[in-house]
């Protein structure tokens, strides 16, 4: 699947951002500083958006779900 694939409801990252695709979720994590890429959950997230990019069916799910994990586990959803 391409990196243009959508999530079924998009990632809320604040009040006033919603990441729409695999490749604006992946421009988000590349968008935080270096060492909070490197941290286990954002790693994770990474990992199944890679999947998700790559084999497409319930990896998308997967890739929202860890994103919205990543996102809790630093507090950055407001």
């Known amino acids: 699947m391409?990196?243009?694939?959508?999530?079924?409801?998009?990632?809320?990252v604040s009040n006033k951002?919603?990441?729409f695709t695999l490749q604006e979720a992946a421009d988000y994590i590349m968008?935080?500083?270096?060492d909070?890429?490197?941290?286990?959950?954002?790693q994770?997230?990474?990992?199944t958006l890679i999947n998700a990019a790559e084999t497409?069916?319930?990896?998308?799910m997967f890739a929202r779900i860890a994103m919205l994990r990543a996102l809790n586990a630093?507090?950055?959803?407001g």
């Open 56 to 60: 497409g069916g319930g990896w998308v």
């Open 17 to 19: 951002r919603k990441l």
């Open 31 to 34: 968008e935080l500083p270096e």
């Open 74 to 77: 630093d507090g950055r959803r």
């Open 2 to 12: 391409p990196w243009s694939t959508t999530f079924d409801d998009p990632v809320r």
């Open 36 to 42: 909070a890429q490197h941290e286990a959950h954002w």
């Open 44 to 47: 994770t997230a990474i990992e």
